[in-house]
């Protein structure tokens, strides 16, 4: 019988590959909505099904260890004793897989006290004793002994399991210079280091082939280890116990008594039902349709929807105008309460085409500004009839451009998204209709304009309104709270202030540009002078030569490229071992940064002189709102540079000067309030400088006491446990003993035992709930708090302790930039609100409206919250943000 004419018996390593696919795919792109991780399962079902395709199995079988523990683990209690803990992503991944292959029909085996391996030793000599052609799937280079004329080795290169090799007896050949059979006993001697089986010292791949070549055997290059001369002989005699047991512990059985018959393996075609169900648990999109293509399956011969047209049928949309779009929208808003679907196709910032959707209608426009026949619509988008879109902000503006009044957007599932998942990847609506709604958004063709594509909006507005249900469904009532109270209010009020923008004078920019360039300039020819000739100061690697070769200086935490180089680092070093090389380049780099960000700021002016930053309002886990194109709270408040920086934006024309508006200490205020510790309170409500106030307490002294030495560690140190520092954190940052700064915050928790109790009872109660709350319901999930991984864990510690306190900090700014909008609007002020730093306003006011807008401003900001403690806010004035910084 010819090989085509025989069955393939494929049998597959399940642990093996599976931990392969977990490491060559990311964890955080590959998790269902309730935190379960996916990627082992991904990536090994891929692998399976382009198996099936290529090769065509006729029979299947997937081995799995039970354990870690063995027959040889019982012989020799150290094997594969180095492995550490099993990653905390990984665990509950197998069982999953294992439902997924029963789904397929394909079978599982499993032995007590037997490994993987064995069990596909066992499986490759029954097939080619009964004439199948082998395919032995393993990542487990023990299993290269299995391979001969029938039985071929696919095994997976370092970039994972979508790259597999194939051993047959030529191929290991060429790379080892060896047969198959032989391969055991070239490991047993060189050893193996993944399964904690120490080789004999001095013998590698080569010298070990060689010796097989000359003696045939182990046992005949241990009968003649008197024979080999020089070290690498006497490392043999001396160690050739350890050549022995490897060759017994690596010998894997061929006649382990399996559950099943090799007829028993026979494919059988997939439980259609099971797979779509536990592909839906699992939140694979594109998989299935991969998986019935390799069955030679397809939606027509199925009778079932594909993945990737859609669960449901995708309405065409309909071309209505003047009074059938009239009569549409009618009869939509009244059967449709909870809204519409609403999406622009945007081009150049202006809406080209506009999407309506209902839950099985859709309705295009192909937008042209001053036509009659788009009244209804027009009315429709002005009324307060509920509508639901996608990343709202950018198609809001693009109304705004043009002049179209809009009212009533309820829902945006975007922003909603990230309430359920701040620290996820979904960033477009076709990452949400995948994990939320488990279908694949059709793709137009990529070289085509989106307006070349009259369905884009339609569709988009269809898949948005279908998402809502199951994100209401998904949120929990407080954070529907907050997205409804606090998220939907501030994106319209994020509109606003990113279409006004804020003057930023070109002139200063670019006089400051060239004198930081020439100061930058300098700074580099004296560097090079010190070190005799010049250096990329930009790169890490010939920086490294400099710092650590030619100037000998103490070595950096170690990275991938050596030692690292970074600022922290360099810092550090600076200040334990100073060197005016370091120095004039710790300077050059901050010139360098200070000049990018200018160049940056300065090419973000626009033709009306202003700049218009993009505020991201789901860009952080903990709520802060952050600001990109250009970023705008980056800029430095601390240095002359920074200052300059600032002093460039101005209030524009036909406004007097600019109102800056800051909270003070607002996360301490929120941790007073949180703890209810007696003494901040107190602290707060006395309106001493809290610092000196706290210093007071610790050092024992009276508040005119605390120097400035003193003030600065409590200062650091207050801040520093809303973040989880530690001793070794605290002392590192004030430069002194661990002793000192143990006793300081030993000190600091016998004044405030009940922000100690807080700290940790917020991780505590993570731990319990998997997530933390802010005052306003906005929650955080925490799953790594559970994880086994000390570093995963310990970092979930230290976000969890500061999450309930900078996310209050970032609901109480919304609501008061939210208000302060609402109270202008209501006075008809001519004043506004132009940005959002950190805990931060500015404004640009009318001449005549600085005593209204200081009150409004100051009152809403605050009474954003109701604290145990006052919310204090500071103002100041100013024709340019630094002069009226306060």
Same mark, same amino acid.
């Given at each position: ?20 696919a977990f490491y060559a795919l990311p964890v955080d792109s590959f998790s269902t909505k309730d935190g379960q991780h996916t990627n082992a399962i991904h990536g090994f079902l ?61 079978? !599982? ?69 060896? /047969? ?18 120490? $080789? ?28 080999? !001369? ?32 090799? =007829? ?10 099971? +797979? ?12 299935? *349709? ?93 009324? =307060? ?16 451009? @043009? ?13 909603? $998204? ?29 070289? /085509? ?67 930081? &360039? ?16 010049? @250096? ?9 030569? +400099?710092?650590?070769?030619?100037? *000998? ?20 070093? /600076? ?47 903990? $709520? ?17 540079? $920074? ?97 000192? &700064? ?7 928790? &016998? ?13 505590? /109660? ?7 709350? !802010? ?18 864990? =310990? ?22 930039? @939210? ?31 600085? =005593? ?12 954003a919250a109701e604290l145990t403690v006052p919310l204090e806010v500071q103002v100041g004035r100013g024709h340019n943000w630094d002069a009226a910084a306060h």
């Open positions: 019988m010819s090989d085509n004419e025989k069955p393939t018996l494929l049998v597959i390593d399940g642990h093996s590959l599976a931990f392969r891929a692998m399976l099904i382009n198996l099936i395709r290529d090769h065509k199995p006729t029979h299947i079988a997937v081995a799995f260890d039970i354990s870690r523990f063995s027959f040889r683990t019982r012989e020799y209690p150290e094997y594969k004793g180095t492995r550490g803990e099993t990653p905390s992503e990984f665990i509950g991944q197998v069982p999953l897989l294992q439902d997924a292959l029963a789904a397929m029909n394909i079978t !599982t085996i499993s032995i007590e006290d037997y490994e993987a391996d064995d069990i596909l030793a066992t499986l490759s000599v029954q097939g080619r004793e009964q004439g199948y052609r082998v395919l032995v799937v393993s990542g487990d280079r023990d299993t290269i002994q299995l391979v001969n004329d029938d039985v071929t080795l696919l095994y997976p290169s370092r970039m994972g399991v979508s790259d597999l090799t194939r051993y047959d007896a030529p191929k290991v050949m060429e790379r080892y210079g060896i /047969q198959p059979h032989q391969y055991p006993e070239v490991a047993a001697l060189v050893g193996e280091t993944s399964d904690n089986l120490p $080789g004999v010292p001095k013998v590698g791949e080569k010298t070990a082939v060689k010796w097989l070549n000359q003696y045939g055997t182990l046992d005949g290059i241990l009968e003649n280890a008197d024979k080999i !001369t020089g070290k690498v002989g006497e490392s043999l005699r001396e160690h050739k116990e350890n050549a022995v047991r490897n060759r017994k512990l690596n010998h894997l059985l061929t006649d382990v008594e399996l559950p099943v018959t090799l =007829d028993s393996l026979e494919k059988r075609p997939i439980d259609e039902e099971a +797979v779509r169900d536990i592909f839906a648990r699992l939140e694979f999109r594109t998989m299935l *349709d991969r998986l019935l293509k390799a069955e030679g399956l397809d939606e027509e011969s199925t009778g079932i929807p594909s993945v990737r047209s859609g669960a449901e049928k995708i309405p065409v949309p309909q071309q209505l105008l003047d009074e059938e779009l009239g009569a549409w929208l009618t009869r939509a808003v009244a059967a449709n309460p909870d809204g519409l679907g609403l999406a622009f196709d945007l081009f150049d910032g202006k809406p080209v085409g506009i999407g309506i959707a209902t839950l099985t209608e859709s309705v295009a426009l192909a937008w042209q500004p001053g036509r009659a026949d788009y009244a209804p619509f027009e009315a429709w988008l002005a009324s =307060d009839a509920p509508k639901v879109l996608t990343d709202s902000k950018r198609q809001l503006k693009a109304l705004k451009s @043009v002049g179209l009044p809009f009212a009533g957007i309820a829902f945006d599932t975007h922003i909603a $998204g990230w309430l359920l998942r701040p620290s996820g990847t979904e960033k477009t609506i076709a990452d949400l209709v995948s994990r939320y709604l488990d279908e694949s958004v059709p793709k137009s063709d990529p070289n /085509q304009l989106a307006l070349d594509d009259p369905a884009t909006a339609p569709l988009e507005a269809w898949y948005t309104i279908r998402l809502v249900a199951p994100l209401i469904e998904a949120l929990d009532e407080g954070s529907l709270a907050v997205l409804r109270e606090i998220e939907m209010p501030t994106l319209l009020t994020l509109v606003d202030i990113e279409l006004r923008g804020v003057t930023v004078n070109h002139a200063q920019l670019t006089e400051l540009s060239a004198e930081l &360039a020439a100061t930058a300039s300098d700074l580099a020819s004296r560097a090079y002078a010190i070190i005799g000739h010049e @250096v990329n100061l930009g790169s890490p690697k010939q920086l490294q030569e +400099v710092l650590f070769n030619e100037l *000998d200086m103490p070595k950096t935490r170690a990275n991938k490229t050596g030692y690292s180089t970074d600022a922290g680092a360099l810092a550090d070093l /600076q200040a334990s071992n100073p060197h005016p090389f370091l120095g004039l380049l710790l300077e050059h780099r901050d010139a360098t940064k200070l000049r990018q960000i200018v160049e940056t700021v300065d090419k973000a002016i626009a033709a009306d002189g202003r700049v218009h930053t993009s505020y991201v309002q789901t860009g952080t886990t903990t $709520g802060r709102i952050s600001s990109t194109d250009p970023n705008l709270q980056n800029i430095p408040v601390r240095t002359e540079e $920074g200052r300059r920086i600032r002093a460039s934006f101005e209030a524009g024309s036909g406004y007097e000067t600019l109102l800056t508006a800051d909270y003070s200490q607002i996360e301490m205020r929120i941790m007073a309030h949180l703890s209810g510790d007696e003494g901040l309170i107190e602290a707060f409500r006395s309106g001493e400088d809290l610092h000196r106030f706290v210093g007071a307490r610790i050092f024992s002294v009276d508040p005119a006491e605390v120097t400035n030495e003193m003030r600065t560690k409590v200062k650091a140190m207050s801040y520093g446990l809303a973040y989880g520092l530690s001793a070794f954190g605290l002392s590192k940052q004030l430069r002194i003993d661990s002793s000192e &700064a143990k006793q300081l915050m030993s000190d600091y928790f &016998a004044r405030f035992g009940a922000v100690r109790d807080y700290l940790r009872n917020v991780v505590e /109660q993570a731990v319990d709930d998997g997530y933390t709350t !802010t005052i306003f319901g906005r929650r955080r999930p925490f799953p790594d708090l559970k994880s086994p991984n000390r570093v995963l864990r =310990d970092n979930a510690q230290r976000a969890a302790l500061n999450a309930p306190i900078q996310g209050s900090a970032a609901d109480i700014m919304k609501i008061a930039m @939210v208000n302060i909008e609402a109270d202008v609007a209501a006075q008809n002020l001519g004043s506004r609100m132009l940005m959002q730093v950190h805990d931060e306003l500015i404004f640009e006011v009318v001449e005549g409206e600085w =005593d209204a807008l200081e009150r409004i401003v100051h009152a809403r900001m605050a009474d």
